[in-house]
Antibody, heavy 118, light 108 residues
């Protein structure tokens, strides 16, 4: 059974750096054609794809946020860390991580709400 | 970068009716790598359809994906009360793997 859970601060101040961790079970990120993606959703708005880290360490980022995002993985600890710099109130959203088969997000975490406010 | 446009924005229907949702891509989606997700309030999205027409595990057969290239549809043959939700399409052929803006299916 594949499960994922996001963790991190629920409140960050503008200009701060956000660090979110996705802890998963039921799969290995060293398995071919497996990845973990991050997707966010501002309150009442649509889903926005942020980034993907693949089993072979290849990363892909949204071009709009590429300069602010970093993805790393720790295969032995079964987690992926997303870092987003220079947070702004418009970054307030629920952040989801998801297992991907190829690049298809097929199993999602419950999401974590991050509010950016001073 | 592929942009996905969903229509209509909102669909008002009654239980038992047929729903047809559209997703149009700004360029051809390679290998028809197009998925559909259902999201209910307060919940994470749930994968329903992948590769344009394949049902994910647990997806009822009243959900039918179709289309290819740049034009894709999700049809719900007979709406059940639990089907009233927001539906998103997503392409996962090229990075960035964009989502559409969603279609809300609401009770008329």
């Amino acid at each position: 059974q594949i499960t994922l859970k996001e963790s991190g601060p629920s409140l960050v101040k503008p200009t701060q750096t956000l660090t979110l961790t996705c802890t998963f079970s039921g799969f290995s990120l060293s398995t071919s054609a497996v990845g973990v993606a991050w997707i966010r959703q501002p309150p009442g708005k649509a889903l926005e794809w942020l980034a993907l880290i693949y089993w072979d360490d290849v990363t892909h980022y949204s071009p709009f946020l590429k300069s602010r995002l970093t993805l790393t993985k720790d295969t032995s600890k079964n987690h992926v860390v997303l870092t987003m710099t220079n947070m702004d109130p418009v970054d307030t959203a629920t952040y989801y991580c998801a297992h991907t088969s190829g690049w298809l997000p097929d199993f999602w975490g419950q999401g974590t709400l991050v509010t950016v406010s001073s | 970068e592929i942009v996905l446009t969903q229509s209509p924005g909102t669909l008002s229907l009654s239980p038992g009716e047929r729903a047809t949702l559209s997703c149009r891509a700004s360029q051809s989606v390679g290998m028809n790598y197009l998925g559909w997700y259902q999201q209910k309030p307060g919940q994470a999205p749930r994968l329903l359809i992948y590769n344009a027409f394949s049902r994910a595990t647990g997806c009822p057969d009243r959900f039918i994906g179709s289309g290819s290239g740049t034009d894709f549809n999700l049809t719900i043959s007979r709406l059940e009360p639990e089907d009233f939700a927001v539906y998103y399409c997503q392409q996962y052929a090229t990075s960035p793997c964009a989502f559409g803006q969603g279609t809300k299916v609401e009770i008329k």
